[in-house]
């Protein structure tokens, strides 16, 4: 009879859940000056939210930047998560500088 209250006991124990996927990511934002900001942020964090802190941070002004994940151009509503962005991704920020008659000018006097 203890053989089978045993293995009554063995079978009621639940398997081991699988590990929750992480709830926050941290990234890493570099201007042109090379200088690095890291951020830890949720998956469901808007970009237009990262973009404030970092103007904050580095005393910009938010509608002066542009930022650009694996070469494209990130949309505020965009978050990490519709990014698929991995831990340790770097965002990279382009200085803006008014409006000329062509668009917008990137710091340097490149056109965009």
């Known amino acids: 009879m203890a053989d089978n209250e045993s293995q009554s006991a063995g079978d009621s124990a639940a398997p081991p859940a699988a590990p929750a996927a992480?709830?926050?990511?941290?990234?890493?934002?570099?201007?042109?000056?090379?200088?690095?900001v890291h951020f830890r942020v949720k998956?469901?964090?808007?970009?237009?939210?990262?973009?404030?802190?970092?103007?904050?941070?580095?005393?910009?002004?938010?509608?002066?930047?542009?930022?650009?994940?694996?070469g494209r151009r990130i949309n505020d509503d965009d978050t990490p998560k519709t990014l698929e962005m991995e831990e340790d991704d770097v965002i990279e920020v382009l200085?803006?500088?008014?409006?000329?008659?062509?668009?917008?000018?990137?710091?340097?006097?490149?056109?965009?």
């Open 22 to 36: 992480p709830e926050y990511i941290k990234l890493r934002v570099v201007g042109q000056d090379s200088n690095e």
């Open 43 to 70: 998956f469901g964090t808007s970009m237009a939210k990262l973009k404030k802190s970092y103007a904050d941070r580095t005393g910009v002004l938010v509608d002066s930047l542009r930022f650009l994940f694996d």
């Open 95 to 112: 200085f803006f500088y008014g409006l000329s008659g062509t668009g917008w000018r990137l710091l340097g006097g490149r056109v965009n």
